[in-house]
């Protein structure tokens, strides 16, 4: 029996030698812990700020994740499928000079329209410094996490999520700031994680450089093709609130959303794997082993993890609030569709190994159609529960379409 405990121990302790697994397990840490922190700090947040600065201060951060994301083009996927065989420094600083330019032009056009699609956030107008620093701030230090990971390092980017975690020492002492005290608290916490992700890129001796024209080039196709895919991906979770509430009502967009954050606990599990296979497959791995590798520790791993939020749902959504029972149901649905993401999430970094842009966007946009579609008319036959049968209609579809063309390819 020790012999067997022995020789169980040393299978774990060689498999987590291996970069596929080891990232993996850094990458589901990190997201663990950020969603832990975040918890954490939203508590404390409530008990010193006021319910309208909470909310101003989370209309601020929205808007810095929605500028963030239109400023990348996609050139944070380009780095993890073009660090592995070109000038490090060339890339990233490409990439950055990229991101800086198109993060302040989204900034400018955002502030400048504020008054026309944000009127209750104009206090960016009066700090705009502050917001723009901040902004810049957040858009190179989750840059860096990408080339953290493209340099099989993702312990640095477990690492620049707890330099991030500071912000919840900055809360209180930050009060005297008033109404921006929580977004300044955020803000300095992303100064300081990107004071440390240069120093881990210049450990790897990434240093800045001119703009690589001939990576653009090369990258330009890709990058773009995984920006489209990127909007195409985003497209339903923005659009489910405001289809939600315009059908069913403010208080089923409530139950909603409380399902759907916190149905999306185990999708960490699995775009953890989707995106060390991403990394592995750019550095020439063996991509069929690494893509059964990937499937079949997802499913050790989401399968108990799944079932016991099943289980134990009842009592996790009633310390929430006795009336978020009524999302049980809708709740139980979404975490079975998990099951059928992992096809959907694997085969998505197939194609970005081999930069099958056409493919990629051609299921983004699939997969869109299929959640909206699904979720109108579900929603007006059946309710809030029928967003629970959308969503496994339409990931068990897309499911099938994707498992048809791996297996036509030969991948599993």
């Known amino acids: 029996m020790l012999y067997k405990i022995k020789d169980n121990f040393n299978i774990l302790k060689d498999r987590l030698r291996n970069p596929l697994y080891l990232n993996s397990f850094y990458i589901m840490l990190n997201s663990i812990t950020g969603s832990g922190i975040g918890f954490i700090f939203w508590i404390v947040a409530a008990k010193f700020y006021s319910t309208e600065v909470v909310g101003i201060t989370t209309a601020l951060l929205s808007s810095i994740t929605l500028i963030t994301m239109f400023s990348f083009l996609g050139f944070d996927q380009s780095i993890i499928r073009f660090f592995p065989s070109g000038d490090k420094s060339k890339l990233f600083s490409t990439a950055a000079i990229i991101a800086f330019i198109s993060g302040t032009i989204f900034c400018l056009i955002y502030v400048i329209g504020i008054d026309i699609w944000a009127p209750t956030l104009s206090i960016i107008k009066n700090n705009f410094f502050i917001f723009y620093i901040f902004l810049i701030a957040n858009i190179m230090t989750l840059l860096a996490g990408s080339a953290f990971l493209a340099l099989r390092k993702a312990k640095y980017l477990f690492m620049q999520s707890l330099v991030t975690g500071t912000r919840l020492f900055l809360l209180i002492p930050f009060v005297i700031f008033g109404a921006l005290g929580i977004f300044i608290s955020f803000g300095v916490s992303y100064i300081l994680a990107l004071l440390f992700t240069l120093i881990i890129l210049y450990k790897y001796d990434i240093h800045p450089k001119k703009l690589d024209i001939k990576f653009l080039n090369r990258s330009l196709h890709f990058s773009m093709g995984n920006y489209v895919y990127g909007l195409l991906f985003a497209v339903p979770s923005q659009i489910m609130p405001i289809l939600v509430i315009t059908i069913l009502g403010a208080e089923s967009a409530a139950y909603f959303y409380i399902a759907f954050a916190l149905a999306s606990i185990p999708m960490v599990i699995i775009s953890s794997f989707a995106t060390s296979l991403f990394v592995e497959g750019s550095y020439g791995e063996p991509l069929k082993e690494n893509v059964k590798k990937s499937i079949k520790s997802i499913f050790l791993i989401l399968t108990p993890v799944v079932l016991l939020l099943i289980f134990f749902g009842e009592p996790l959504l009633g310390l929430i609030g006795q009336n978020y029972l009524n999302a049980?149901?809708?709740?139980?649905?979404?975490?079975?569709?998990?099951?059928?993401?992992?096809?959907?999430?694997?085969?998505?970094?197939?194609?970005?190994?081999?930069?099958?842009?056409?493919?990629?966007?051609?299921?983004?946009?699939?997969?869109?159609?299929?959640?909206?579609?699904?979720?109108?008319?579900?929603?007006?036959?059946?309710?809030?529960?029928?967003?629970?049968?959308?969503?496994?209609?339409?990931?068990?579809?897309?499911?099938?379409?994707?498992?048809?063309?791996?297996?036509?390819?030969?991948?599993?």
């Open 328 to 412: 049980l149901n809708i709740f139980r649905l979404m975490l079975v569709s998990t099951f059928f993401i992992v096809f959907y999430n694997i085969f998505i970094s197939i194609k970005r190994i081999q930069k099958d842009i056409k493919v990629l966007i051609f299921i983004g946009t699939i997969n869109a159609i299929l959640l909206i579609g699904f979720n109108y008319i579900l929603m007006q036959i059946f309710g809030l529960i029928g967003i629970g049968y959308a969503w496994i209609i339409s990931y068990g579809l897309l499911s099938l379409f994707v498992i048809i063309m791996a297996r036509r390819e030969k991948w599993i």
